[in-house]
């Protein structure tokens, strides 16, 4: 069998690598600060503060009136000048059927009660009832629901009309191109012109659009002209990330096994998909590593132990299960296709291994005898 045009594509990405390392394009703030895929903290929090007429953007009511002019048209009104943006705003506990209540990513509001709602999704899953739940607080505003590929809710019936009650955004198409509109307002700003451009580029990432056009031409070609292979290829590319996610797994057992020998590693199939689970600890702690849907790794561990519950409230998000159980968890970098090519598996293997001794050794007292050896 020849791989001739495999070397052909190998060595056209080789090329435009070296563009992107010399052209500085790889330095990005998001990335380096592990904040790409954070969906309150990155995502939300900036689409918020940019809404905002009154941000620390220094654009004025601009952003704001992009955005309707662009996703709403001319027929919304809003006062922009008094149009306040909140993120994570509290409408009250959720109940026990999840049909009231809950914290609406993003509020836009005027003083003449019109209102935008954002429902922001990079990769968290929905939740149930969401989308009602904030129109029924809401039941006059325009509800958004923001995904990266402008999917669907899954919900929400979309062949009946009546329950349409929210508009599809996408960052790929859509928030994308706003956020360029907006880098040009801010011709005489450099340091917000530069953070909206690193921040393009982090959304062009994320959705799979940072491949030079030239690049993409020429690879387009080869594959055209040896289709029969390529398609052979893509059918089981799947198969093949799947397994170098699996021995990625495998690896940071051992070394896991080989620095806590008192304590026990496996892998175990949790919600369809691999995980490390560590067991041993005192108080039957138990550890977890998992992918959350196969591209956003999480370190997870559960914890009997209320006073101790406080030590972590500054690293880790928490959700009370019932009154003995408290669920810990820690988001990590999404798990992108090229952290695990031959040149960067290494040093994912090392990344995600110093984060979870990191961990580990916070659940581990330090005169436990389960510390690394």
């Not at 159980?325 to 952290?339: C, E, Q």
């Amino acid at each position: 069998m020849k791989y001739n045009f495999i070397k052909e594509i190998s060595r056209i990405t080789e090329m435009y690598d070296r563009h992107r390392k010399m052209s500085g394009e790889e330095f990005n703030i998001f990335s380096i600060m592990s904040m790409e895929s954070d969906e309150v903290f990155t995502h939300s929090a900036l689409l918020a503060e940019l809404l905002h007429p009154r941000g620390t953007h220094g654009l004025g009511t601009k952003p704001l009136e992009l955005f309707v002019q662009k996703f709403l048209g001319a027929d919304f009104k809003m006062n922009f000048e008094n149009a306040v943006c909140r993120k994570e705003d509290h409408i009250g506990f959720t109940n026990a059927d999840k049909t009231e209540g809950g914290r609406i990513d993003i509020v836009i509001k005027d003083l003449e009660g019109n209102v935008i709602l954002i429902e922001n999704k990079i990769y968290a899953a929905e939740q149930l009832n969401q989308l009602k739940r904030y129109k029924k607080q809401f039941p006059d505003a325009e509800l958004f629901y923001l995904t990266l590929d402008g999917k669907e809710s899954d919900q929400i019936s979309i062949g009946d009309d009546e329950l349409k009650i929210y508009r599809n955004l996408s960052y790929k198409d859509h928030i994308i191109e706003w956020i360029s509109e907006c880098a040009k307002w801010a011709f005489d700003k450099p340091m917000l012109r530069e953070i909206l451009n690193q921040y393009t580029f982090l959304l062009k990432k994320l959705t799979n659009q940072t491949t030079n056009k030239e690049m993409a031409a020429l690879i387009k070609n080869i594959i055209t002209d040896n289709f029969e292979a390529s398609f052979e290829i893509y059918k089981n590319f799947e198969a093949v990330s799947t397994e170098l996610k699996r021995n990625l797994l495998l690896d940071l057992v051992k070394k896991l096994t080989s620095a806590y020998p008192l304590l026990n590693f496996e892998i175990i199939e949790f919600k369809d998909f691999p995980a490390i689970l560590g067991t041993g600890f005192h108080n039957n702690r138990e550890f977890k590593f998992r992918f959350k849907n196969n591209k956003l790794p999480v370190i997870s561990f559960r914890v009997f132990d209320v006073e101790e519950r406080k030590n972590f409230s500054n690293s880790f998000k928490m959700d009370i299960v019932n009154d003995q159980i408290a669920a810990f968890w820690k988001t990590l970098p999404v798990l992108t296709d090229n952290k695990l090519f031959p040149e960067e598996l290494a040093n994912t293997l090392t990344f995600f291994e110093n984060e979870i001794v990191k961990v580990i050794n916070v659940i581990i007292p330090a005169n436990s005898e389960a510390v690394s050896q």
